[in-house]
């Protein structure tokens, strides 16, 4: 465990910074610890423990901004940091043209913690190391499986914050997860994989008891024999027609073309140089219809259990929902409280860094597609013709966020209100507005979840954020599926 | 917490810390790095920093059980704690069959990869070099971004073998991305050293604004196939793709690499050689990879025939071979890839290349390379920062953005031209040496409106 007394002496050091120093400062000391636990064809692969620890402080001068990080954290380490971040704003300052300014927010003391009702860590490793042979053994029944994978990830997240506004926050936020994926290999050219409950696996806020949740023993039967189906499927054959989506496709596709591009520092051109720009320019803000009439998407950090979900972002900013599109139409951003500031708006409380190392920028919290009605079941019923796909498996979008390419596991023809062919390797395409515009039905709450993406690349140097997308399986019309022969 | 930084410090550190393993076999592994970069956007510094960092992992064995832990506390509690946390998991595994055991292994040649400029390289004077970019793109009406970064790496590896390897070396990356509009010109340029003071960043920072200003209005044109040439950079973002589908001892060793069960064949056309080679001088590689193996210089594909990809001790073993040298952190599940690639250049210059094409394009780099069928090298990406339409051997001016699909290796089997000039090209990790590529059938899938 960190010292505490010197976690305080150091945070109270950086928030007492005198004013002809900085105008602002922030202190973030942040302790991460992670566990995963994995299997591949039913031997461990890995087991593997880590533990970061380190400080971060952030310094506004003359209007611009230094930051300046360091592993471990006392009051003398402190002082030479802040040091450190004052002589680098100064050197920001050099390239200027307008001062930063920052939205206001209130000053809090406060102390937020996932809800946790078993402590993962607190799980024995033998336990979770059975229950993951015991999933192995389960996806080999399937005659004609010869490569499994199995995993468990937990990770824990304490951080302390403080600011030179009077801001003492203290957080603690747990992650569990896990998944499976089961290949069937012929003649080492040919492969069928499929994975549960989605690839790389779902990810929650919360304890232990996220792993119960996800029922990986109910998947493992379907999961095998989808490979072994796959193995001798076609691919699925170029044509334009109506698109159903998974829950989980649906949540990449909120992540690729609603999360990213109505990140307001990428919008504005701090990515410019790396993940790009973003077609939503401020001036489409109350007009643009980004998505059919009856489509609303919000940023809700404080939706129980996604893996964007946290009491404060990293510049205290308390989470709490704001809606980004209402009724089909682009109405806000995800933003920190320098981006908000330059549209004379409040922050969204988006602004995080992956550790202690890193600088916070403005990211995705959870990203939620409110549902509509039904289930999946209903919405095959419901569709006379076209193709259901399932399960990320490629992704690609330009650096604008217009057009993509996304890719699922598997596909099936939908003839007729019933599911048909069976087909690998399926994609499909199209262009950001144009294909949100599309979407005529969106299951419901029945069908909804929170899905975790754990590994969101931004900036430079690069970071890795865990981010939530809210979604149900949905349904676009004229879109362009499978490739060319 | 004071972290230490020299050879003696960082090795006696390991050494204590192995004296006092409660493993029959142990590993340490000590990854140390300093960052300090300069971003910028909208012509002014909006990101700027400076931190640093070091951590152990930690790779015990007891019983045949092998295990991993890792830690930032670099302490003597904090490091005994990592060794508990691995001997309380080494209790809940299985003896590990495929594990080949520690090895003393020869102390690697010394590569000069140390520049002082690099890692006393100040905020001021990246903001300086910033200054006099941006200045320049002011002066075409262009607004420039990108990032200015200098920093030092130090790796150390110790196990009870005997193994002491010691690597401490700098780096410098300078990229520009110049604009006057989303929509209109847009260019790209990059260069990267490990002695800063290599880094023409009034050159970089012209060929990005030069290209800006050319590429503005561009024009659509349909999807289909293309010949095209590649600027280095785009050669190399398909070259990394290779390196994790096909160059990969352990995808190899599963069965699933590109390369399994092909070593031998032909895969490219025969003006296609492609290494793994740590050791170029202008900008050598870390001499050994993270078990302490000596890398090796590595044939993947000579004369466009598959000949081998990089291992380290475990999926050597599962190949029936041996390490090449190119473990990652054993922490790391990916799998050993090549960190140093270079494709062997050609004879043409950019010049000749671009007078012998009846019609084609001309590729700065891509966006957001995904695998899309990896079974087939085949990948997803859209172009970036410049493209241009030649047509009887001049470029006519420049056209948006396309989606293109190409398989890696059958593209390659269609290089008709090579360039004589390479230069370092670096991403996630990886660099690459690598000249321009002209390639007939280029598939673009996604026509811009």
Known sequence: MPDLKDIEQAGQLVASVRKSQASYADFRAVRITTEDVALADGQVDRIDRKVSFGFGVRALVDGAWGFAAAPGCDETSARTVLEEAIAIAHASALLMKEPVTLAPVKAVQADYKTLVITDPFAVELKEKVEFLRHLDSLLRETEGINQTETFLSFRREEKWFYSSAGAVITQTITHSGGGLSAAAMKSRREIGERSFPTSGGQHQTGGYEIITALNLEAGCKPTAEEAVTLLSAPVLPERTTTLLLSGDLVSLQIHESIGHPLELDRVFGSERNFSGTSFAAPGHLGTLPYAADFVTVTSDPSAPGGLGTYGYDDEGVPAAPVVLIKDGVLVDYLSSRETAARLNRQSSGAMRAESWFDLPLVRMTNINLTPGSGSLDSLIADTEDGVLIATPAAWSIDDRREKFQLGGEIAWEIKNGQRGQIYKNPVYSGTTVEFWRSCDRICGPEAYTIWGTPSCGKGQPGQNMRTGQGASPARFRNVKVGQAA | ?449
């Open chain 2, 1 to 449: 917490m004071s972290v230490p930084t020299d050879k003696a410090s960082i090795i006696k550190l390991l050494d204590d810390t192995l004296s006092r393993s409660p493993g029959e076999q142990t590993e340490l592994v000590y990854i140390g790095q300093r960052e300090a970069t300069t971003r910028f956007a909208e012509d002014v510094i909006h990101q700027n920093m400076a931190a640093g960092d070091a951590r152990v992992i930690v790779r015990l064995v007891k019983d045949g059980r092998v295990a991993i832990s890792s830690t930032n506390d670099l302490t003597s509690a904090g490091l005994d704690r990592a060794m508990s946390d691995a001997l309380q998991i080494a209790a809940w595994l299985a003896p590990d069959e495929g594990f080949p055991g520690f090895v003393q292994s020869p102390v690697a040649p010394v590569v000069e990869a140390f520049f002082p400029a690099t890692a006393d390289c100040s905020p001021a004077q990246r903001a300086g070099a910033v200054a006099a970019i941006v200045s320049a793109g002011r002066k075409s009406g262009i607004q420039s971004s990108g990032l200015y970064q200098t920093g030092t790496e130090t790796i150390a590896v110790a196990n009870s073998a005997g193994t002491r390897q010691f690597f401490a070396g700098t780096k410098a990356e300078l990229s520009v991305s110049a604009s006057d509009d989303p929509l209109l010109g847009q260019g790209w340029s990059t260069a990267a050293q490990r002695n800063v003071a290599l880094i023409d960043a009034e050159s970089i920072g012209r060929v990005a604004i030069d290209k800006a200003v050319r590429s503005r209005n561009p024009i659509a044109i349909p999807a289909g196939d293309y010949t095209v040439i590649l600027e280095p950079a785009a050669v190399g973002q398909l070259l990394l793709f290779l390196g994790f589908l096909a160059f990969s001892g352990k995808s190899f060793a599963q069965g699933r690499g590109v390369f399994s069960g092909k070593l031998g064949e032909t895969v490219t056309g025969a003006n296609i050689t492609i290494h793994e080679d740590p050791f170029l001088p202008e900008y050598p590689g870390v001499p050994f990879d993270y078990e302490g193996i000596p890398k090796q210089k590595v044939v993947l594909i000579e004369n466009g025939i598959a000949r081998g990809v990089v291992h380290d001790t475990r999926t050597a073993k599962m190949a029936g071979g041996t390490s090449t040298g190119h473990a990652l952190p054993a922490d790391n599940a990916r799998g050993p890839y090549p960190k140093n690639l270079t494709l062997l250049p050609g004879t043409a210059t950019m010049e000749e290349m671009i007078a012998s094409m009846a019609r084609g394009l001309l590729i700065t780099h891509f966006w957001y390379l995904n695998y899309l069928n990896p079974m087939k090298a085949q990948v997803s990406g859209s172009t970036r920062d410049g493209t241009f339409l030649i047509a009887n051997g001049a470029i006519m001016g420049p056209v948006k953005n396309l989606r293109a699909t190409p398989a890696i290796l059958e593209a390659f089997a269609r290089a008709e031209q090579i360039g004589r000039e390479r230069v370092f090209y670096p991403q996630y990790s990886a660099m690459m040496f690598v000249p321009a590529m002209k390639i007939a059938g280029f598939p673009f899938v996604e026509d811009t409106e």
